[in-house]
């Protein structure tokens, strides 16, 4: 399978490639993020933030480990999520000026207490306030930081939430939207079910060349190339599947050249895991990075060939050496590795 051309625009940014790396809450760290970025990810997305946070934060560990942007991840864009434009626009600014290259709205996250707080997927049952939103933020930032957007298909099934969806989808890129990621599942879905690639396709036919980005179900290079093939979007977003599998970017770029590369070996993954502690413990500190890591490491144990007892094990560390432990005893020796399981089903957010 090859593409043609292997680039994604957004805005005045070109991208080499069109696989990019999607926020996910809780995940998509700095240290995430430049793990991906050098193993091939074109472009990555910051976590969510509200925009409250933002506004408030401006300095201290926690402006350090939320609105870190290094030389090596530009492009990088950070996603926000609010209900208001008038905390918006401030939150998107202060991101832009430190160093985002891109602002990227929430208008998707199907977790109760958000739909509840009247932001993510709840403004798409919200056609004028989500367009206030997109506008007051598009004339506040300069030219050059192109605005984005991430929706789902609609909040249910229902005739009115398809007419807001278009409603909105037609509305923001006539407002000066650079791009629109469409997650192929309802808000009411949440993470269950399929994800709707046949409503991917329709999206991109009746955009045009606006520029559309799919999500949803991209749990290898192979589903990924093949959601551009079979819907024709211009690139794709991969959320979990490219958490403890970074190297979901280098497989798609060389399946993209008609290549198969084999899953990382265990010293690979090793090199990997060791290389993304240290970064953890640069942004989280000495105490707090064994607990993040935890939840990294079980991510990363679906390639290893023995997946449950390294599981285990990650779930058993509480500090840094019992972390450092499963390391020495599970990828001490190279072996070949597994791709990740491919099935459906979550338990991340947003």
């Known amino acids: 399978m090859t593409l043609s051309p292997p680039q994604l625009r957004i805005g005045p940014i070109l991208l080499d490639f069109p696989v990019v790396q999607a926020a996910l809450s809780g995940y998509s760290d700095w240290p995430t993020r430049v793990i991906a970025r050098r193993l091939g990810a074109p472009y990555t997305v910051a976590e969510v933030m509200l925009d409250q946070f933002v506004v408030s934060v401006s300095q201290g560990p926690k402006a350090r480990q939320y609105l870190r942007v290094t030389d090596e991840e530009h492009p990088c864009g950070a996603q926000l999520m609010g209900s208001a434009a008038d905390a918006f626009v401030p939150a998107a600014i202060n991101l832009a000026a430190a160093g985002f290259d891109v602002i990227d709205l929430n208008f998707a996250c199907p977790v109760r207490k958000v739909l509840h707080r009247r932001r993510g997927g709840y403004l798409l049952s919200q056609p004028k306030t989500a367009l206030e939103i997109v506008a007051r933020l598009r004339d506040a930032l300069p030219p050059h930081v192109p605005v984005t957007v991430k929706m789902r298909r609609g909040t249910d099934d229902t005739p009115q939430s398809r007419d807001n969806f278009f409603a909105i989808f037609d509305g923001v890129f006539d407002l000066g939207v650079a791009a629109v990621t469409v997650h192929g599942r309802t808000v009411q879905q949440r993470y269950q079910g399929p ?59 060389a399946l993209a050249a008609g290549r198969l590369l084999p899953p990382p070996s265990l010293s690979e993954q090793r090199r990997v895991l060791a290389e993304h502690y240290r970064l953890a413990e640069e942004t989280y500190g000495l105490r707090r990075c064994p607990h993040v890591m935890r939840k990294f490491g079980i991510k990363y144990s679906r390639l290893h060939p023995q997946a449950v007892q390294v599981r285990d094990a990650f779930v058993a560390a509480r500090d840094a050496s019992q972390w450092w432990e499963v390391l020495e005893k599970w990828y001490a020796e190279d072996a070949p590795a597994r791709f990740p399981p491919a099935g459906r089903g979550s338990t991340f957010l947003c």
């Open 195 to 253: 994800s709707s690639w046949q409503f991917l396709r329709e999206v991109k036919q009746h955009a045009g060349r606006r520029t559309v980005l799919g999500s949803g179900d991209l749990l290898s290079a192979q589903a990924c190339l093949e959601m551009i093939a079979q819907t024709g979007v211009d690139g794709v977003t991969a959320a979990r599947g490219a958490i403890g599998n970074p190297w979901i970017f280098p497989q798609a770029r």
